[in-house]
């Protein structure tokens, strides 16, 4: 079910905020709660430099555009309000309760980072990190990225 105008724009209402956001099910219609750690859906980051009006009018088109990922159990849609850059995003994001299995999918998918939902601190994927700083070679990350995508697959993730 679609999210209402109503809860769009209240939505909208907390990315007006400096790091203000949300993680929202869009299935329940309720925020996530709890703890566990976000892991973002390749292609599905959608960040927009605007003001108010160009976040509450997009929420429908993303939820829209990324209807499919949004249907699956464990999956939210993202959005928050960077204060340092002033940009507002979107992502979808899977929520795992195992912090192992959130590392695979982490790895697996590429992502710089999970989010830990308790906190709301960002977990570096280590493999990324070390390439990026040359303390091991990009063929060794992208050796461990291939071996996470297999556990991934034995996972069902």
């Not at 909208?12 to 996530?32: L, V």
């Not at 390749?42 to 499919?68: F, M, Q």
Request: proline share 4%.
């Amino acid at each position: 079910m679609a999210i209402s105008k109503d809860e769009s724009n209240e939505l909208a209402d907390r990315m007006r905020i400096q790091d203000g956001g949300f993680t929202y099910n869009t299935r329940t219609h309720q925020d996530y709660e709890g703890p566990g750690f976000a892991v973002a859906i390749p292609g599905a980051e959608d960040r927009h430099p605007g003001g108010y009006d160009i976040v509450r009018s997009h929420i429908s088109h993303y939820e829209e555009a990324n209807k499919t990922p949004l249907s699956r159990e464990g999956v939210h849609l993202g959005g928050w309000h960077d204060p340092k850059t002033g940009y507002r995003t979107f992502d979808t994001s899977e929520i795992f309760r195992d912090r192992r299995r959130a590392n695979v999918a982490m790895v697996a998918r590429g992502e710089d980072a999970m989010t830990n939902m308790s906190t709301y601190g960002s977990i570096r994927n280590p493999y990324k990190e070390a390439a990026g700083s040359g303390k091991i070679s990009q063929e060794d990350a992208d050796t461990m990225q291939e071996g996470a995508r297999s556990l991934a697959k034995r996972y069902g993730i």
